[in-house]
T-cell receptor
Framework: EAGVVQSPRYKIIEKKQPVAFWCNPI?????LYWYLQNLGQGPELLIR????????DSQLPKDRFSAERLKGVDSTLKIQPAELGDSAVYLC????????????FGPGTRLTVL | GQSLEQPSEVTAVEGAIVQINCTYQ??????LSWYQQHDGGAPTFLSY????GLEETGRFSSFLSRSDSYGYLLLQELQMKDSASYFC?????????????FGTGTKLQVIP
């Protein structure tokens, strides 16, 4: 069984440029999470989807961040415009459902904003 | 408010036993998870405790005391490959939804 797939693995952009990250969760997993992880810190939730509905986006900086999960499968996280402080690893995770305790994480996208 | 505390770094000798503690303060507590993350890798699930007591899975065990808002991860027969960061994560009820919040992680270094 394939794991959570993310692309790209690395991205370097200049500040004020847009950037997008893509995630393909494990097949059959209804719940999808986007996390931000700074160096030496734990993952911080940005948004959680149940199927195609964003049920928790309270931590998403909506002035510059947006996300979508069309058809309740793949998801895209976008930043526009990027700022220097957005440099971090963006992790996607999925679980069977929100009541399931185990989250399966993808390898992440390491974003560097210059 | 809510908080999660765990030591930032722990060093232990190969073959030994190490305990990584996690104390939490939160409302609507459901349970405590543990994840392992190697440098540059993805977090991987280790365990989940919803009830008081010890859960054992091979060389790893996890303990929870709900009354003390405290848990720990116990790693036995340490191997060099156990060098990684370990995160505790609280699952809680927030606004009718189940929410998971991760701690800042404990970096474990296993030395020969």
């Amino acid at each position: 069984e394939a794991g959570v797939v993310q692309s790209p693995r690395y991205k370097i952009i200049e500040k004020k440029q847009p950037v997008a990250f893509w995630c393909n969760p494990i097949s059959g997993h209804n719940t999808l999470y986007w996390y931000l992880q700074n160096l030496g810190q734990g993952p911080e939730l940005l948004i959680r989807y149940e199927n195609e509905e964003a049920v928790d986006d309270s931590q998403l900086p909506k002035d510059r961040f947006s996300a979508e999960r069309l058809k309740g499968v793949d998801s895209t996280l976008k930043i526009q415009p990027a700022e220097l402080g957005d440099s971090a690893v963006y992790l996607c995770a999925s679980s069977l459902n929100s009541g399931f305790n185990e989250q399966f994480f993808g390898p992440g996208t390491r974003l560097t904003v210059l | 408010g809510q908080s999660l505390e765990q030591p930032s770094e722990v060093t232990a000798v190969e073959g030994a036993i190490v305990q990584i503690n996690c104390t939490y303060q939160t409302s609507g507590f459901y349970g405590l998870s543990w994840y392992q993350q190697h440098d540059g890798g993805a977090p991987t699930f280790l365990s989940y405790n919803a009830l008081d007591g010890l859960e054992e899975t091979g060389r790893f065990s996890s303990f929870l005391s709900r009354s003390d808002s405290y848990g720990y991860l116990l790693l036995q027969e340490l191997q060099m490959k156990d060098s990684a960061s370990y995160f505790c994560a609280v699952k809680r009820n927030s606004g009718g939804y189940q929410k998971v919040t991760f701690g800042t992680g404990t970096k474990l270094q296993v030395i020969p």
